[in-house]
């Protein structure tokens, strides 16, 4: 058992979502979310405690998912031009294809007063389209806000496609590794869970509830430079 809180970093609000998730996996954890960026591969080897990022488990689970080795990718253009995604499912499957598309419309339309708009599922059918022109029979969604708008990717991709989300499948990774390392809390408890912005905590609140899907509570302002003096 380790009484410390898991720490959940984004560089905005859509970290959320799989904080969400991890609340619901886990919730005798306590949970502290940061909307920062951070550099993966450098937290992994700089820290002695385990890191988990999202585009390992969504990359597995895909993986295993697919039957025809077609995997579709629907993310921002940073994230597809990155090509971690490509590298990660090569090196469990040499043979599985992925077809990449960058959607640089979806985050402002989620972000949006009307995530649920003809808009934005007109631009889910546009993305979505070389994908089913390539026969995808599963999609990674490597993306925190897209689980926002579950229901618009579910009809347009139909129950024949499976839809891989990034907060589900790093829910189930960060409570595996807990379980692994033995440092998981006892499930006796309830969990709590607090946040720290480098944003305005007002702006924060305003699209993190919707979100999280439940209160926010305080939220406390932090400098970056008061994050790397305690690093």
């Known amino acids: 058992m380790d009484s410390r809180p898991v720490g959940v970093f984004d560089s905005g609000v859509g970290g959320l979502t799989v904080l969400h998730e991890c609340l619901v996996t886990m919730p005798h954890e306590d949970f502290c979310n940061a909307a920062t960026s951070a550099a993966l591969p450098q937290l992994q080897e700089e820290l002695a405690l385990p890191v988990v990022g999202v585009i390992t488990p969504e990359a597995h689970a895909a993986v295993q998912a697919t039957r ?4 579709g990718l629907l993310a ?20 599985a294809q992925l077809v990449p598309v960058a959607c640089p419309r979806l985050v402002p339309l989620i972000e949006s007063d009307d995530p649920f708009s003809a808009e934005t599922t007109e631009a889910v059918r546009e993305y979505a389209a070389p994908l089913k022109e390539a026969e995808v029979d599963t999609v990674i969604l490597g993306c925190t806000h897209y689980p926002l708008i579950r229901p618009i ?18 829910a189930r990774e960060v409570a595996e590794t807990l379980a692994r390392k033995g440092i ?28 999280l899907q439940l209160p ?7 400098a970056v430079a008061d994050l790397e003096a305690v690093a």
């Open 153 to 170: 990717f579910q009809r347009v991709f139909g129950r024949g496609v499976t839809l891989v989300f990034s907060a589900e499948e790093t």
């Open 216 to 222: 926010l509570g305080e939220i406390e302002q932090v």
């Open 76 to 95: 921002t253009q940073a994230t597809v031009e990155a090509g971690r995604y490509a590298e990660l499912v090569h090196a469990l499957d040499a043979g």
């Open 184 to 211: 998981e809390n006892g499930e006796g408890r309830e969990g709590a869970y607090r946040f720290l912005t480098t944003g305005e905590p007002s702006l924060f609140r305003e699209l993190g509830e919707r979100f």
């Open 68 to 71: 025809n080795r077609k995997i």
